[in-house]
């Protein structure tokens, strides 16, 4: 009985933290995934953005104290800069993220924010100046208008109209029988991951906060909704510091910067051009993917 009440009883919680007074997406992203382990300091500072400047010093971080994640993470991304991380799966690109929202904390190194250690400053004013773009982005059994409205409560219609248009979906949405009107979620019209990501996309830019985190969803997409989110994509990094962990090259091939990560390490780093040229873990990646590009478009053929 316990062990059904608790859980009901937790999604009744975040369900209402949602809807009430702190309906947040990054909110209900740290609510649903991760356990609030951390907190602030007691003199803990705001925040302040200036430029937007992301910078990993030397970061180490283990979960378990018998396996150590990530081994000796620097990087920075310069203001307005676009980095997309690669690497395997397992490799530690997800970690990053959950050290940069600080859901948790490096064991070693440290990660600042235009020079603020971000250890020092408040959970709630470092989750205000990021904005999430998750893998599988959740809608409420709402008009499009109003989901896209969470970015920003109390935005303008007309404010949530040119979100809409930025993340790509104003085609998408005219087609709809009651166009933004129309209800979307599990009662409501189902949107593919695509669709849903350009929502999340849409939220984000509404928000419009000085650091953007991209989480690629590593389903395939058509070669519409890829278009579309690539576009939405090209118009949030042109306008804030953005980080992208990258399933698809088609992403990274405008960055600034690609990381390689390798088993908790930064093994490459660079240019789409110069990661090729250096022939090496990218330049290998992305020759498979390319094999597996073109191996999906042939149709098969009898006898090989
Ligand atoms: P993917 O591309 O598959 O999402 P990733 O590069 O994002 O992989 P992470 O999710 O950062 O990799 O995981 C790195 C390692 O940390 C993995 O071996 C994973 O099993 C482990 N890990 C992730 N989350 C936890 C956790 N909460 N507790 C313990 N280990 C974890």
């Given at each position: 009985m316990m062990q059904i009440f608790i859980p009901l009883n937790f999604l009744g919680f975040v369900y209402r933290e949602m809807k009430g007074s702190l309906a947040n997406i990054e909110k209900m992203f740290s609510l649903l995934r991760v356990p609030p382990a951390i907190e602030d300091r007691e003199a803990a500072l705001e925040l302040v953005v200036t430029d937007g400047r992301v910078v990993f010093e030397d970061v180490h971080f283990a979960y378990r104290a018998d396996r150590e994640i990530l081994k000796g993470v620097s990087f920075s991304v310069e203001p307005r800069q676009k980095v997309a991380i690669v690497g395997?799966?397992?490799?530690?690109k997800s970690t990053l993220f959950k050290l940069l929202f600080r859901f948790y904390d490096p064991c070693d190194g440290r990660i600042t924010i235009d020079g603020q250690?971000?250890?020092?400053?408040?959970q709630s004013s470092l989750r205000a100046a990021i904005g999430v773009v998750p893998q599988d982005a959740v809608l409420f059994n709402q008009s499009i208008l109003e989901n896209v409205r969470y970015g920003r409560v109390g935005a303008s219609d007309e404010e949530v109209m040119a979100a809409i248009r930025h993340a790509q979906l104003e085609a998408f949405v005219h087609e709809l029988p009651e166009g933004v009107h129309t209800v979307v979620g599990e009662r409501g019209l189902k949107l593919s991951g695509g669709e849903k990501q350009r929502v999340a996309i849409a939220r984000a830019l509404l928000k419009h906060p000085p650091i953007m985190v991209f989480d690629e969803a590593t389903s395939s997409l058509d070669s519409r909704s890829e278009r579309g989110i690539l576009g939405a994509l090209r118009q949030v990094a042109s306008e804030q510091t953005t980080l992208v962990i990258a399933h698809r090259l088609s992403t990274v091939v405008d960055a600034d910067v690609i990381l390689v990560l390798d088993r908790g390490r930064i093994v490459e780093r660079g240019s789409h051009t110069q990661l090729l040229a250096a022939q090496g873990h990218y330049a290998a990646l992305w020759y498979l993917q390319q094999e597996e590009r073109h191996s999906a478009a042939d149709t098969p053929q009898a006898g090989g």
């Amino acid at each position: 009985m316990m062990q059904i009440f608790i859980p009901l009883n937790f999604l009744g919680f975040v369900y209402r933290e949602m809807k009430g007074s702190l309906a947040n997406i990054e909110k209900m992203f740290s609510l649903l995934r991760v356990p609030p382990a951390i907190e602030d300091r007691e003199a803990a500072l705001e925040l302040v953005v200036t430029d937007g400047r992301v910078v990993f010093e030397d970061v180490h971080f283990a979960y378990r104290a018998d396996r150590e994640i990530l081994k000796g993470v620097s990087f920075s991304v310069e203001p307005r800069q676009k980095v997309a991380i690669v690497g395997a799966s397992g490799a530690g690109k997800s970690t990053l993220f959950k050290l940069l929202f600080r859901f948790y904390d490096p064991c070693d190194g440290r990660i600042t924010i235009d020079g603020q250690d971000i250890r020092a400053v408040s959970q709630s004013s470092l989750r205000a100046a990021i904005g999430v773009v998750p893998q599988d982005a959740v809608l409420f059994n709402q008009s499009i208008l109003e989901n896209v409205r969470y970015g920003r409560v109390g935005a303008s219609d007309e404010e949530v109209m040119a979100a809409i248009r930025h993340a790509q979906l104003e085609a998408f949405v005219h087609e709809l029988p009651e166009g933004v009107h129309t209800v979307v979620g599990e009662r409501g019209l189902k949107l593919s991951g695509g669709e849903k990501q350009r929502v999340a996309i849409a939220r984000a830019l509404l928000k419009h906060p000085p650091i953007m985190v991209f989480d690629e969803a590593t389903s395939s997409l058509d070669s519409r909704s890829e278009r579309g989110i690539l576009g939405a994509l090209r118009q949030v990094a042109s306008e804030q510091t953005t980080l992208v962990i990258a399933h698809r090259l088609s992403t990274v091939v405008d960055a600034d910067v690609i990381l390689v990560l390798d088993r908790g390490r930064i093994v490459e780093r660079g240019s789409h051009t110069q990661l090729l040229a250096a022939q090496g873990h990218y330049a290998a990646l992305w020759y498979l993917q390319q094999e597996e590009r073109h191996s999906a478009a042939d149709t098969p053929q009898a006898g090989g």
